[in-house]
């Protein structure tokens, strides 16, 4: 289980107080998801239609580079 979960509703990470998926998290769901990316790419998809709902007032391409611009 993962110290590195979501405060809502401004998605930080709940031990490092980042930006979340914060590294350490994004390493985990890379390990958690490796034979499986679709299934990560879906995950992280869907966290990004619900952070867009919580900050409407973040652009856009930025949210959309924090949740699927890492994914390999």
């Given at each position: ?14 031990t ?22 679709i ?8 966290c990004l ?24």
């Amino acid at each position: 289980m993962t110290k590195h979960g979501p405060v809502l509703p401004l998605w930080l990470c709940e031990t490092c107080n980042r930006p979340w998926p914060c590294t350490p998290r994004r390493d985990e769901l890379l390990d958690e998801h490796a034979a499986t990316s679709i299934s990560l790419a879906l995950y992280m998809d869907a966290c990004l239609l619900s952070a867009r709902k919580d900050m409407s007032w973040t652009p856009p391409d930025a949210l959309r580079r924090r949740f699927l611009g890492w994914l390999p």
